[in-house]
T-cell receptor, first 109, second 113 residues
Framework: EDQVTQSPEALRLQEGESSSLNCSYTVSGLRGLFWYRQDPGKGPEFLFTLYSAGEEKEKERLKATLTKKESFLHITAPKPEDSATYLCAVQASASKIIFGSGTRLSIRP | DTEVTQTPKHLVMGMTNKKSLKCEQHMGHRAMYWYKQKAKKPPELMFVYSYEKLSINESVPSRFSPECPNSSLLNLHLHALQPEDSALYLC????????????FGPGTRLTVT
């Protein structure tokens, strides 16, 4: 069964304390893995697309990496404005996209 | 411009009302989506339109009726909803329905009384 699991469920960091969020997946054929940021009461904001193992993408303090079984979202020296829920989604086929349950990230000043 | 717009932002309706949610994008995307999101849960896919044709209906009750009048517009018609249908309804679009990132609108917060 196709599945996407994100961990941890919630993460509290001090400002400047780097860490990583995990998205592990089990799908029959990966067509793309997407990372989104979602603020409360708003729609998800697209961050990255990864297509193949070994691929990496960066944007400001965020870096996404992909292996054959999981993806990591690394956050370097986070700021309070990075607080949000980070969602991982996997496109398992042309007609199937699966979202993980998200990681709620809180950065304390 | 990577903007998807949705109206209204908030909607309160009774169980006997008929209302519609609207979504618009001008990015030339040919796939559009409706999602339902409950608090602290990920978005749940409801419908997918590809090239203005309904491609996927994820077993959504008939009280939700989607419509795609043209490649830029997507509507969701609501009728006889239940209180458990209260949620954030998100519209998204992507270049095509195949391995492309989706861009989401801000959502409509729906409350059914």
């Amino acid at each position: 069964e196709d599945q996407v699991t994100q961990s941890p469920e919630a993460l509290r960091l001090q400002e400047g304390e780097s860490s990583s969020l995990n998205c592990s997946y089990t799908v029959s054929g990966l067509r793309g893995l997407f990372w989104y940021r979602q603020d409360p009461g708003k729609g998800p904001e697209f961050l990255f697309t990864l297509y193949s193992a070994g691929e990496e993408k960066e944007k400001e303090r965020l870096k996404a990496t992909l292996t054959k079984k999981e993806s990591f979202l690394h956050i370097t020296a986070p700021k309070p404005e990075d607080s949000a829920t980070y969602l991982c989604a996997v496109q398992a086929s042309a007609s199937k996209i699966i979202f993980g349950s998200g990681t709620r990230l809180s950065i304390r000043p | 411009d990577t903007e998807v717009t949705q109206t209204p932002k908030h909607l309160v309706m009774g169980m006997t009302n008929k209302k519609s949610l609207k979504c618009e994008q001008h990015m030339g995307h040919r796939a559009m989506y409706w999602y339902k999101q409950k608090a602290k849960k990920p978005p749940e896919l409801m419908f997918v339109y590809s090239y203005e044709k309904l491609s996927i209906n994820e077993s959504v009750p008939s009280r939700f009726s989607p419509e795609c009048p043209n490649s830029s517009l997507l509507n969701l018609h609501l009728h006889a909803l239940q209180p458990e249908d209260s949620a954030l309804y998100l519209c998204a679009s992507s270049l095509t329905w195949d391995s492309y990132e989706q861009y989401f609108g801000p959502g409509t917060r729906l409350t059914v009384t």
